[in-house]
């Protein structure tokens, strides 16, 4: 039994270092074609997501979740949506502390709905609903989280072959905490939507704290360098 959990551990491993550095090169493909980094991942991450819909339409059975929601929220299943609507409260009530210029001035830009709405859906579908549990039929539901965190840890340091090579490598603080409560919620509730809302929220206080000035985003930086 040890053996084929170590030989599981062991495949999640290698997997976990070439969907990362694979998927960063066709990250940078796309930006060498005249997109930024930043759209390119996002162009990416907007097809591998559409590629999971196709997948769990066709063959649902290989996305079936098992196992019973936390028993918390068996009782109170509101709660679910608490730690993304306590982000949203504690990022605008930090933003008006510190707000640098007023509010009906915000800009409402393209950039601001791709980071709040789309990245949060995309990488979801992609890091829960898609690795999360093909990782959890190679090597349980602990190790397959486990791993899938990883990943969507690492990815945002776009470690391409060249960076892997010359040892840049980006693990932030910030995606990974994400990445943990997120699996946390979609573990508990056997539900994306409460991870994609929470994704959301923590995406909206970057932009809060853009528009509101640099203050905040100062106070944070540690999360994301």
């Known amino acids: 039994?040890?053996?084929?959990?170590?030989?599981?551990?062991?495949?999640?491993?290698?997997?976990?270092?070439?969907?990362?550095?694979?998927?960063?090169?066709?990250?940078?493909?796309?930006?060498?074609?005249?997109?930024?980094?930043?759209?390119?991942?996002?162009?990416?991450?907007?097809?591998?997501?559409?590629?999971?819909?196709?997948?769990?339409?066709?063959?649902?059975?290989?996305?079936?979740?098992?196992?019973?929601?936390?028993?918390?929220?068996?009782?109170?299943?509101?709660?679910?949506?608490?730690?993304?609507?306590?982000?949203?409260?504690?990022?605008?009530?930090?933003?008006?502390?510190?707000?640098?210029k007023p509010y009906n001035e915000l800009p409402l830009s393209f950039r601001s709905f791709l980071l709040i709405v789309v990245v949060p859906c995309a990488e979801e579908l992609v890091y829960r609903l898609g690795l999360t549990q093909l990782f959890s039929r190679i090597g349980g539901r602990f190790w397959g989280a486990y791993f899938s965190v990883l990943v969507f840890t690492v990815m945002h340091g776009l470690p391409s072959l060249d960076r892997l090579l010359s040892l840049e490598l980006g693990f932030y603080l910030g995606p990974f905490i994400l990445a943990i409560l997120c699996e946390l919620l979609f573990g508990w509730s056997n539900q994306l939507f409460p991870a994609i809302l929470l994704h959301m929220a923590c995406n909206w206080t970057g932009v809060i704290f853009s528009w509101a000035g640099g203050y905040w985003l100062s106070v944070f930086r540690f999360l994301y360098h």
């Open 1 to 100: 039994m040890a053996a084929v959990q170590f030989k599981a551990i062991a495949y999640l491993c290698l997997l976990s270092i070439l969907i990362p550095v694979l998927s960063s090169e066709a990250i940078l493909l796309v930006a060498r074609l005249g997109a930024t980094e930043w759209f390119a991942a996002i162009i990416f991450h907007a097809c591998l997501a559409l590629g999971v819909l196709g997948c769990a339409y066709f063959m649902p059975d290989l996305f079936a979740r098992k196992g019973e929601k936390h028993p918390i929220l068996k009782t109170h299943p509101s709660l679910v949506y608490f730690p993304a609507l306590l982000v949203f409260f504690v990022s605008f009530s930090l933003a008006l502390m510190e707000a640098e």
